[in-house]
């Protein structure tokens, strides 16, 4: 149960980070709200500066912080509490992605077209005010299979979906946006954080379905 529930968490958080890679767009903050079906919500923060990306959540107590930096190819999750962080190079295939949802690619967003690119077809649905935004709906669907996957309320100013409900009920909402120059420290690594090895990470965890309940 708890791996499923990170799993999910961490897929709605790379949702919004995949719309969030324009160079152009402002910087800003915002809060995050998220919620899977059955369970309780995920509260937490997210902020993005030049192409640099930082999401911050707290799951059974845990703080984790994921940090993408597009221009240099590179993610960071790092674990608070245990003073470690992982590193994945973005050019590669995640290994942890076997284990879980599989995330879309990062990419530039086009506003008119946010699908481009993608392995998904879009269909705009029409404009609406969420979260005290102005946002235009879309329809994301597999070009493959034609079935219907997200709807996704995406920022008419700033390239960042204000609102995401995928096919199962899950929901991310970015809330309080505020545009603003972010800290660089924002994004770095804590000092004396100690880099935890990701594929022995993965050789070491036992086989068997990802989302099976953990103690």
């Given amino acids: 149960m708890i791996r499923r529930r990170l799993s999910a968490a961490a897929f709605l958080m790379l949702v919004v980070a995949a719309l969030a890679v324009a160079q152009t767009s402002p910087e800003f903050s ?106 235009v709906k879309w329809d994301f669907s597999l070009k493959q299979t034609g079935k219907h996957e997200m709807f996704m309320w995406v920022d008419q100013k700033i390239p960042m979906a204000i609102r995401t409900l995928l096919a199962d009920g899950s929901q991310i909402d970015l809330l309080n946006l505020k545009e603003g120059r972010q800290d660089p420290t924002l994004f770095q690594i804590p000092s004396g954080y100690q880099k935890l090895d990701m594929g022995n990470l993965m050789r070491g965890m036992p086989a068997g379905d990802p989302d099976e309940d953990q103690d």
Avoid: W
């Avoid at 809060?31 to 899977?36: F, H, L, P, R, V």
């Avoid at 960071?76 to 590669?92: C, R, S, W």
């Avoid at 990419?107 to 649905?125: F, I």
């Fill in 30 to 135: 915002a809060d995050m709200q998220m919620k899977t079906k059955g369970e309780e919500a995920f509260n937490g923060k997210i902020y993005f500066a030049g192409g640099k990306i930082r999401t911050d959540m707290n799951t059974e107590g845990q703080e984790m912080r994921h940090i993408t930096d597009v221009n240099a190819q590179r993610a960071y999750t790092i674990m608070v509490g245990q003073n470690m962080y992982m590193e994945h190079d973005l050019k590669q295939p995640n290994p942890m992605a076997a284990r879980g949802p599989r995330t879309p690619e990062l990419r530039k967003l086009d506003l008119n077209n946010p699908c481009a690119g993608t392995e998904y077809s879009c269909k705009r649905v029409g404009a609406e005010s969420v979260n005290g935004r102005s946002t």
